[in-house]
């Protein structure tokens, strides 16, 4: 009995936050059509009512390179934490490919595609064949009827800003297939986005061979079909900083999320007759970001995250919930995530600048179990001191700490100890830009020689037989390369 | 270690802002899961679980599950037996066995390990049913509500992990060699030879041991081949000791039993020792010293992390005897000295022959054993099939004689003052005036007390005095080898029937499951109850008698399990049903009344069982009705409710004349029963039925 009303509550919440959402969202819209409406919104666009013609772009963000750890082999990285240092990570292509397909009076239509190739190059393994995937495809029209307002529609992510030494979104950054539609000012931004996803998992998507209604044999139908709805919002309002300040600003943004998981059956292993109820669910986010940047330079800035998110919504849209509750549902899930990270230099020729990075979470899986391994409180910091010399020659060290404290005992050994890394590197690298060197200028060629240090509890994360389960220091020697340039797109 | 310190301070910094805590987990208090919990093993009330058919309590470990196989994995877990102590409880129960706790091989021809008795890694938790916090967690909360928590181990043997390469190709494979013999179908009759066939995974017994060959002949024995596929885990045992292939008696799988008469004892006994138990069970070399002290250290290791009070040891008729006095001893002595005194040990021989049970508990033996010769004697014989009461008795009159031959006893009596002495320091009374004092006081008293033994820092009674293994006997209904009582005892229910009789032959069962169920909580030893018995369940023989208990509902109104219930109450508030002596005062020769039988008259005071249970401040009368009701009977003549035989002579009690009694079974009855002046009582019951009368207040 107390279930079903736990159920009910549950969902009535749910009803009733979906319903401000919505509220929210159509506030939102309302504004916009407002401050669209207003002469002065966009009086410091220049709007290029000219007709143009189109034209197509191409940019592209890439990190390759190869590695050795002291056997000879592939140099690996070692995580305990849910999201970790960066600088030994695998290879990774995108490739954008755009088409300006309309300037005109009426808006800016982009048409935007990206193709991502993951860590498998052939050079490498000699495997003719690459692990792609088609992570971008949508149309973007901004300025529509000479006004803010945008839309987009197809595949593609929305993203806020990131602790890019973790490569790390901590408050915003959704993969759907979905319609957003924002306004895009001088001093307020904001979106609504209504998107799906059905991953190609058990849970959510189901063939079944089932006897052809017409013809012999079977014919693979699709039992289980469930779309997983995303509903989420953005506000954000962005302030300067002094009056002679062209780049300098502060802001704070506002971000939430819905998730919502109709119910389904799926169809038993070897039977295309015997289903069982896969119950609904959904989740929450909502979260808080303040920054500020431009301060005594172009590439200073400082973010502070803090998000909550529940249920579904914690285990992002691409994975699937690790832990249910009894009634297998993944609602009384819940994450905490606070993050800090930014970047300063200190002079202004940016001999040296600092990048830093940092956050907390715990995370709490929708289980019965109180003290369980699964349950979190975890967190990591990283910084990496980066001097410019000769415009071009730009030597960093890094270092950082993991620290994950288990809410329950090891499941073999029961030693409730925190599982930690501290990882430290030294970076020589080329970095070349156009403009005055940054910490986030591109490209850029490194060294790296790292060594991490692990603790009885970290290394007691990798199964007994691992090889990597064997050593308390680990060494790393790599050379990488990392470019980004003319990405198309917003967000 | 600036670094570090700065790092965490930082972190514990940021995590303030959330008001969460750094501090470790909390963890299971083993020091108090540590110490004793059992004041007297008569007095607890066990109840068997096969954990993965007792409840899920989480989902996240439902690995390989199928709900429609019935030998699959189902998805139980020691989180479900938390979250149904409440119902435990309010049953009454008062200990759990669980089924084995260790990692298994995930599957084998089909079959899953959800019963645990394939051991892969004595020292490691079988997932599926959790991890050691949880186990640890399960054993907690038993502990803090009273419920003792008794494990299920396997000595014999190992999981089937390897294969023997008797064709020497590295690989496991059915072996055939030869065409089959003149006359078998080959085409060359002159040259046909034998056909050879062999498991490589199963291959049968050889006192030899298995035997390699090829077509040129045997080959020596079979090299043993351990296994890796990690993906069902089938993999070689940890601890790594356990991989020396010496430690396994490797001479194939026991085929006696399939023509068992013409075999010898002694070479039955030869195949039950040192064969592979069925299913390709590799069966370990308990003869050797460092297998026994290996053995030892993994089952000591549960006692320590997990704080069990008591073990189930399965499959003794496979060991020798000598190898329980080596672990026996060795288990009490670490229980003991972790705290856990009255650790007890009872084994599995699937035997009714008394002494072959018995002959485990001699020395420092397990100390005590399932009772099979009831199982067979008294459940099926008597509450199933309704044979004379009388059988019962004799089971109890036999085990006394048995007990009472002047070797034994004076063996028993001998090694008791010995052990009584030998304590000095604990000022052992029965040693208070020296030791043939002692022997004579022992030789003297109830005998049965100290027969067959009691075990140096074995179990004990509530003043610390030891307790013999006949008094610590383990009954049951049925258990997870055995069909369900109610399979055996329904009347077999037939296709052309109606609905409406096949209702009446179902009640029957349940009636007759009553009935046993009133004699298995009043009578001597220490009962263990199936789970699900309360429940109504009937499977068949395995794996049908493993349902899934939460398809009852956990119900707790039910006949069965109130009545049930009742039992298990009166157990606890009587005394000599737990630890009286046991005297029959009514039993009869004749067979009880079946309601199927027709050709079967009803006979007067047949299928009655009478039997009192007292102790020195307390006499308890129990009487039970094993008859079925006489459908064809008038209602003027219902010759089968009054306990008196065919002369019209009621029973003689040890309550004086006069003596008023009332029924504590049925506590809404008002009804007395007085003893009449001849000593006699005679008493009115329903078929199927019992009483527990006590004296009139």
Redesign the interface.
Known sequence: MQDILTFYVRRLLSRIFYFFLCLLSWNFVVQAFLIASSPRAFADQSLNTSKSKPKFFFGSYGRVGFSSNPQGGEGYRHQVTAYAPRLIEDNYLELDLGYHAYRGKHAQVDVITTLSAFDQFFHYNGQADAQIAIRRAYVEAKRIGGSSLWASLGSRWLRGNDIYLMNFWPLDDLNTMGLTLGHQGQQHDFWVHAGVSRLNHRSQTQYVNVPSATNFGAESVLMLNRQRLILASLYERRYKIGSQSKTAGWKWKLYSEYHALPSGKET??G?FT?QRTLPDDAGLVAGIQLGVWGLAHQANHLNLWARYAKGLAIYDELGTP?????D?RSWSAQE?R?ALAGNWQIDRKGLLSLQWG?Y?R?YQ?A???K?D?DDR?E?S?VIRPQLNLKGFFTPAVE?S?Q?S????????D?S???A?I?QFAFIPALSFSRAQINAYSRPQLRLIYAVSLLNDAALARYAQADPRAQHTVSHYLGARAEWWFGRGGGY | MFVQSSMRFLLCSLSMLLLLQCSPPSQVNMSFNRRTFVKDWRDEVIYQIVVDRFADGDPNNNFNVDLRKEAAYHGGDWQGIIDKLGYLDDLGVTALWISPVVRNVEEDAGFASYHGYWTQSFIDTNLHFGDLAALQRMVDACHQRGIKVILDVVTNHIGQLFYYDINRNGQPDIVFFGGGGPGSGSQNSDQASDLRRASEWDPEYDSRGVQAFTALGENGLAPVEWVEMPEINRTPPEPVGFQNPNWYNRKGRVTVWENEAQASFEYRREQEIKGDFPGGLKDLATHRSDVRQALTEVFAYWIQEAGFDGFRIDTLKHQEAGFFDVFSSNIRKFAHDMGKNNFLMFGEAFDGNDELLGSYTHGEGVDSVFYFSAYYRVFMNVFAQGGPTTGIKALFEERRAKLSEPSIVSETVDRVCKLACAKASESDPRCATGFNACVETLTNEGLERYSMGTKYLGPTNAEGLPLSPSQLLINFLDNHDVPRFLYSATPALNADESNQAHEQKIAIGHQRLRSALAYLLTIDGIPCIYYGTEQNFSGGPDPSNREDMWRSGFSQQGETYLYMKQLIKLRKELPALRRGTVNFVWTSDEQAHRQSSVAHPPVQGAGLLAFERSTAEQTVLVVINSNDPDLTASEQAPRLDVSVNNEGQGMKVSFPPNTKLKDLLDPSSTQEFTVNASGELIVSLPPRSARVLVLAE
């Open positions: 038993l292993e039977s015997e690790q832990a249910m509750a009894n297998r905490w606070l940092s907390i715990h899986d289980d019965a179990i003290v391994y409180l967190g910091a270092a700490a620290w404290q288990a809410q329950g005992s090891h499941p073999v029961l409730t100890k925190a930690q501290y």
